[in-house]
């Protein structure tokens, strides 16, 4: 695998998808557990939205893994370590990207064991962990270089 460059599109595209995303789950009733926890139909789409958010960010890691470092990585841990070593996230970074890849595999896996409460607690307390992930990406790939809005 040789490198070939990192696609503007595709970062523009997964980096509004993902703020769509957390947009959405903000939009949820998350200050208020009871009602939040009452609607089912609140805490599907909030799996859903952060699924796809984070699947979203993990696409990033690994596209700018693979176009500007020919470095393949096909599971999201991979994606959090080869982030780290090639220096574009730094340990607690690539600390909480590889969380993130944990509960994410836990949701597509193991989805009948995250309980409405967890789920409610992760979109509550840790959206901006998801933003942060990707405005380090971002920033760390030269948003200038790829004419990326800042």
């Known amino acids: ?21 957390i947009g959405a789950l903000r939009d949820l009733p998350l200050k208020n557990k009871g009602e939040f926890l009452q609607n089912r139909h609140n805490v ?3 799996e859903s939205y952060l699924r796809r958010s984070l699947e979203a960010l993990f696409d ?5 893994l693979a176009k500007r470092f020919a470095f393949p990585a096909t599971e ?11 220096r574009i996230l730094n340990e607690d970074e690539a ?3 590889r969380k993130i890849a944990g509960y994410r595999n836990r949701m597509a896996h193991f989805y009948h064991e995250i309980t409405p409460d967890e789920l409610h607690e992760i979109c509550l307390n840790h959206l901006d962990e998801i933003k ?3 405005d380090r990406m971002l920033q760390a790939i030269n948003a200038k270089e790829l004419d990326l809005p800042k």
Request: charged share 25%; aromatic share 4%.
């Open 44 to 46: 599907a789409a909030a």
């Open 76 to 86: 999201y841990k991979e994606i959090a370590r080869g982030l780290l070593d090639k």
């Open 60 to 64: 990033i890691g690994r596209h700018i």
């Open 1 to 21: 695998m040789t490198p070939t460059g990192i696609d503007p599109k595709v970062l523009t595209q997964r980096a509004a998808w993902i703020l769509e995303m």
């Open 132 to 134: 942060l992930l990707l």
């Open 95 to 97: 600390e909480l990207m």
